[in-house]
């Protein structure tokens, strides 16, 4: 018998495809092309987004520490209220009147203005005649109905009972809104609890409210704050003081609501500076080893 080695040789057949076949694989290739877009567009994204996070927590960072910084030189600089600005040198003190001041923080020029709180109306204890002559003097030539709304709103929100004035509200009128909540029945602990009153609007709160000297007949609007302005809850002797009021104070209040007083109270103050608007709220000390109290901070719209 003879043993031979035999050779297979195998021949592949050449793959077939059927023009049906051909957009199947077609539709498939796309659907991996869009999965890849999409995954390399997150990525994308996500790296963007950490991105900017980082950028604006850096920035808030550098905003606290020059911040900080600006709140360490009025603190040595400050002057009591009855200080001579036009005698003395101003370049050498701060007045906390509401002046604009600047310094050179950081490579740029960063200003800022500070208020003593104690030339505005105490919202946890101003009368309510004297309420409702501030809010009228200052909203009423634009609507009458505003004034005595808000008044009877901000008494409501204040007093201790669910008894509702004419144009005020109660809790039963903040829990049908949504969201809901219920208003406080006690003191204002912020001044921007106002913004929750009812018919409180943003820009009656921040401002401008355009109030005009009626008894000067300006042309144009002699000032353009807010309510913001105007109260405040950090005024503990409750009269205003003169040198450090604004403008419609000095002219809607009467002569027994003003103070001549002096010294150095709670002070506010605000700065612009990167993407944001701060303020803060401060008392000085006398301490070796601090030169103010931080009372509040807080971001707010702008207002340059």
């Known amino acids: 018998m003879c043993m031979c080695k035999t050779s297979h040789k195998y021949k592949l057949s050449p793959v077939v495809i059927r023009e049906n076949e051909k957009g199947?694989?077609?539709v498939l290739v796309l659907w991996v092309i869009a999965l890849l877009t999409m995954v390399a567009g997150y990525f994308s994204v996500e790296t963007r987004l950490r991105g900017n996070m980082g950028h604006g927590t850096w920035n808030l960072l550098k905003s606290k520490l020059e911040i900080e910084s600006v709140l360490n030189l009025a603190a040595v600089y400050m002057a009591p209220?009855?200080?001579?600005s036009d005698t003395d040198d101003p370049d050498?003190?701060?007045l906390a009147d509401g002046s604009t001041y600047k310094v050179f923080i950081n490579g740029r020029d960063l200003e800022f203005t500070i208020e003593d709180e104690r030339g505005k109306i105490d919202l946890n204890k101003v009368s309510e005649e004297t309420l409702a002559t501030v809010l009228d003097g200052l909203l009423g030539a634009q609507d009458e109905n505003i004034a005595s709304n808000l008044t009877d709103a901000i008494l409501d929100w204040r007093d201790n009972d669910d008894d509702k004035r004419p144009h005020g509200a109660e809790k039963e009128y903040y829990q049908a809104l949504s969201p809901s909540y219920e208003p406080s029945n006690s003191k204002f602990m912020y001044l921007e609890q106002l913004l929750l009153v009812k018919d409180m609007k943003p820009n009656i709160y921040w401002g401008p409210i355009k109030w005009q000297n009626v008894q000067e007949k300006e042309e144009s609007p002699a000032w353009k704050g807010g309510l913001q302005d105007?109260?405040?809850?950090?005024?503990?002797?409750?009269?205003?003081?003169?040198?450090?009021?604004p403008e419609p104070l000095l002219?809607?209040?009467?002569?027994k609501d003003l103070s001549d007083k002096g010294g150095k109270g709670t002070i506010r103050l605000k700065a612009c500076l990167y993407q944001?608007?701060?303020?803060?709220?401060w008392d000085p000390v006398k301490d070796q080893n601090k030169l103010f109290k931080l009372v509040h901070?807080?971001?707010i719209p702008r207002f340059d």
């Open 276 to 281: 944001g608007c701060y303020q803060v709220f």
């Open 230 to 245: 105007i109260f405040t809850v950090y005024n503990q002797g409750g009269n205003v003081i003169k040198a450090a009021a």
């Open 81 to 84: 209220l009855e200080q001579d």
């Open 251 to 255: 002219k809607i209040l009467d002569e």
């Open 24 to 26: 199947t694989i077609l």
């Open 297 to 299: 901070w807080q971001q």
């Open 92 to 94: 050498h003190f701060l």
